[in-house]
């Protein structure tokens, strides 16, 4: 997305938005060659409590779907006869990768994952 007006007296607070829109639309997904590929979807959402990652993974079977998670990106591994699937994606924030929950069905792979407490406390001796 691109404006091409460059006398409007709000054009600094457009260009604001549209790079907002452009983090937004491509931030948090790191596409490989290998990936997922334009014809797969990927959304992250976020509350106080959870991260969800939904992805689309169409004509794959749920005992060909891996999953890692480190605590700062999640990686989905998946392969069907046609194509393989191996996406890191970079969280919006810690979770605790221990806490992880997956569904998938008819297609549709959810992964929820529990935000990391803050920081741990140090004790000074």
């Known amino acids: 997305m691109r404006r091409d007006d460059r006398n409007d007296p709000f054009d600094d607070?457009?260009?604001?938005?549209?790079?907002?829109?452009?983090?937004?639309m491509g931030g948090g997904v790191e596409i490989n060659d290998?990936?997922?590929?334009?014809?797969?979807?990927?959304d992250i959402y976020?509350?106080?409590e959870e991260i969800r990652v939904i992805a689309d993974l169409p004509?794959?079977?749920?005992?060909?779907?891996?999953?890692t998670c480190?605590?700062?990106?999640l990686t989905i591994s998946a392969a069907n006869d046609h194509r393989e699937y191996d996406e890191r994606i970079a969280l919006p924030g810690q979770v605790?990768?221990?806490?992880?929950?997956?569904t998938y069905n008819n297609g549709v792979l959810e992964v929820m994952l529990s935000r990391a407490d803050g920081s741990?406390?140090?004790?000074?001796d």
Not at 13 to 24: A, W
Not at 34 to 42: L, P, Q
Not at 59 to 67: H, Q, Y
């Open 120 to 124: 741990a406390a140090i004790d000074v």
């Open 46 to 48: 976020e509350t106080d």
């Open 59 to 67: 004509g794959v079977e749920k005992g060909d779907i891996g999953l």
């Open 34 to 42: 290998a990936g997922f590929g334009s014809d797969t979807h990927v």
């Open 13 to 24: 607070i457009f260009r604001e938005l549209e790079r907002m829109m452009n983090d937004v």
């Open 96 to 102: 605790d990768e221990h806490s992880a929950r997956a």
């Open 70 to 73: 480190d605590g700062k990106s």
